[in-house]
């Protein structure tokens, strides 16, 4: 299946784009919210993601009507396309403060320049169409410059490499327990430090969230699988909690 939609009302949409990755990449996940008939685009991905993601978006919105693009951080994986998207809509693009001046190595024409927004480390509110979104301080899980949104319309959190799994065989996360085994190893290479992760938890939990949905993998529905995900997160060692002295030596 190449799309879901995880929310649809008559105001408004969340789509799921999925499997459009070139089988030797990261699989990632692209998605779409449209409120009141204007987008945000999350993570849009590399050159070879591009057309077809561009063909399956009008399908639910012509492109012109994409307002703004967002990414959450400097991976190829969510900007190495984002040439393309800004030639071919009007959409101004949010990136961490951090990662503004790497764009320009992605081939970003200096024409652009002035639609790219970038994000104060504090995070901002940015308003689609009367549905305002929040853009979540998530630094370093993993980038030092990170963030993720929250749509308190559809109450999804896109929370990026965090909870990302791969190769797990389901879109929908069933079975918690047996799940983790498709996302530890990741985080516990990728996440920067249980410090992080517990001041991400504090601050999530005051969120009404009924889906938490990552740049790769399954994505978690329904409160009692978000709780567990959080507990788990909350309770993680990782990055350089795990860190010995062995393992810088000189090879």
Known sequence: ????????????????????????????????????????????????????????????????QIKYIFLSHQDPDIVAGINGWLLTTNAEALIPKLWYRFLPHFGLESRYEERVIPIDDKGTRVNLNGCELLVLPAHFMHSPGNFQLYDPCSKILFSG??????????????????????????HRRYMASNKVLRFWANMVRQLDIEIIAPQHGAIFKGKDMVNKFIEWVENLECGVDLMTQEMYSIP
Do not use: R
């Open 1 to 64: 299946m190449a799309e879901q939609i995880l929310y649809d009302t008559e105001d408004h949409k969340v789509v799921l784009f999925e499997e459009l990755t070139p089988a030797s990449a990261v699989e990632a996940n692209q998605y779409l919210i449209i409120h009141k008939g204007e987008g945000i685009l999350l993570d849009p991905g590399g050159h070879k993601v591009f057309a077809k993601l561009k063909s399956d978006i009008s399908k639910y919105l012509p492109p012109q």
């Open 161 to 186: 490499d965090l909870g990302a799994s791969l190769n797990q065989p389901y879109t929908i996360v069933e079975n918690f327990e047996e799940h983790v085994k498709y996302m530890e190893g990741f």
